[in-house]
């Protein structure tokens, strides 16, 4: 992973539930009109809605712009400090 995106600040601000910006970016695992895997200099986010669309993708400046019903957002612990991450935590 690059030092560099360690570095960047996280923030999330939520515009009435159908804007998400998102700073801290690393990288977007996945993503369709029901949900995005992102990786954050935070963690693992899991962003759930409706119709979601990427506005806004900049990998380099570590930014993301979401448009869509958003209805959860959920940060997955790091395997080492909860025992395993959310995915395990599930299927246990």
């Known amino acids: ?19 998400l910006s998102l700073s801290g970016i690393e990288d977007v695992e996945s993503f ?3 949900g ?7 963690g693992i986010l899991f962003v759930k809605g409706i119709d ?9 400046g570590g930014e993301l ?3 869509g019903t958003v209805n959860s957002l959920v940060y997955e612990d790091t395997p080492e400090s ?4 959310f995915l395990s935590r599930l299927f246990r």
Do not use: A, F, Q, Y
């Open 36 to 42: 995005i895997i992102c990786h954050t200099s935070k």
């Open 82 to 85: 909860s025992g395993g991450g």
């Open 65 to 67: 712009s979401v448009e």
């Open 32 to 34: 369709d009109e029901s």
């Open 1 to 19: 992973m690059d030092e560099r995106h360690r570095l960047l600040p996280h923030h999330l601000i939520l515009e009435g539930r159908n804007r």
């Open 52 to 60: 979601l669309h990427v506005d806004k993708l900049s990998l380099d």
